[in-house]
């Protein structure tokens, strides 16, 4: 299992999932849904925007989280319908954090 992000439970941070690097070709994204593995934790503010990689407009998926229990691993779903008609998932391993160290 890979973690892709390590965060604590009072934190709110974003995050981007470039699409662009997915192989979408001149393809954009039409809508965007995200799903959690568990109610620990809260997925908001969700929207599509500019990839951060090519820079290619309604490529990327960004979403906003807080929450979990620390020492647990979640996993969040993340499921586009693009213009072109493709329907693409990723999954994104969320490590939630007692605390930061440095």
């Given at each position: 299992?890979?973690?892709?992000?390590?965060?604590?439970?009072?934190?709110?941070?974003?995050?981007?999932?470039?699409?662009?690097?997915?192989?979408?070709?001149?393809?954009?994204?039409?809508?965007?849904?995200?799903?959690?593995?568990?109610?620990?934790?809260?997925?908001?503010?969700t929207?599509?925007?500019?990839?951060?990689?090519?820079?290619?407009?309604?490529?990327?998926?960004?979403?906003?989280?807080?929450?979990?229990?620390?020492?647990?691993?979640?996993?969040?779903?993340?499921?586009?319908?693009?213009?072109?008609?493709?329907?693409?998932?990723?999954?994104?391993?969320?490590?939630?954090l007692?605390?930061?160290?440095?």
């Open positions: 299992m890979t973690v892709n992000i390590f965060q604590t439970a009072s934190e709110l941070l974003d995050y981007t999932v470039d699409w662009a690097t997915r192989g979408l070709g001149t393809d954009t994204i039409s809508t965007s849904t995200f799903s959690g593995s568990s109610g620990d934790f809260t997925i908001s503010t929207s599509i925007g500019a990839s951060p990689s090519s820079n290619a407009a309604n490529s990327a998926t960004v979403f906003w989280l807080t929450g979990g229990v620390p020492g647990k691993f979640y996993s969040i779903n993340n499921t586009i319908v693009t213009v072109g008609g493709r329907t693409m998932q990723e999954t994104i391993i969320f490590a939630c007692s605390a930061r160290t440095l």
